[in-house]
Nanobody
Framework: QVQLVESGGGLVQPGGSLRLSCAAS????????MAWYRQPPGKERELVAS?????????ANSVKGRFTIPAVFAANPVLVYLQTNSLKPEDTAVYYC?????????WGRGTQVTVSS
């Protein structure tokens, strides 16, 4: 099993930045990739960014150039971050950290990001 705990959300003005953190514990040696999803109010959950143990990253078009997903797979717990810059009101959502191990998906409880003036 894997346990994921997110932190770092909050209220920020448009144009601001936040750094979200996710710590993964448990069967971390089987983790090969991690990702951040978000769920805006009244909408479905969507992929924001992902990273593999080898360092390959993917980003949603809506966040390219504004968000990055650094990670430290060699740490215990495994750490993955979401650096969010130039935030917009449409980035308001609950952000979730997730990974898949041996065919099972694990999710954190999420952290709220609100972008508003």
């Amino acid at each position: 099993q894997v346990q994921l705990v997110e932190s770092g959300g909050g209220l920020v003005q448009p144009g601001g930045s936040l750094r979200l953190s996710c710590a993964a514990s448990g069967n971390i040696f089987s983790i090969n990739a991690m990702a951040w999803y978000r769920q805006p109010p009244g909408k479905e959950r969507e992929l924001v960014a992902s990273i593999t143990r080898g360092g390959m990253t993917t980003y949603a078009n809506s966040v390219k150039g504004r968000f990055t997903i650094p990670a430290v797979f060699a740490a215990n717990p495994v750490l993955v971050y979401l650096q969010t810059n130039s935030l917009k009101p449409e980035d308001t959502a609950v952000y979730y950290c997730t990974t898949e191990v041996l065919g099972l998906a694990y999710w954190g409880r999420g952290t709220q990001v609100t972008v508003s003036s």
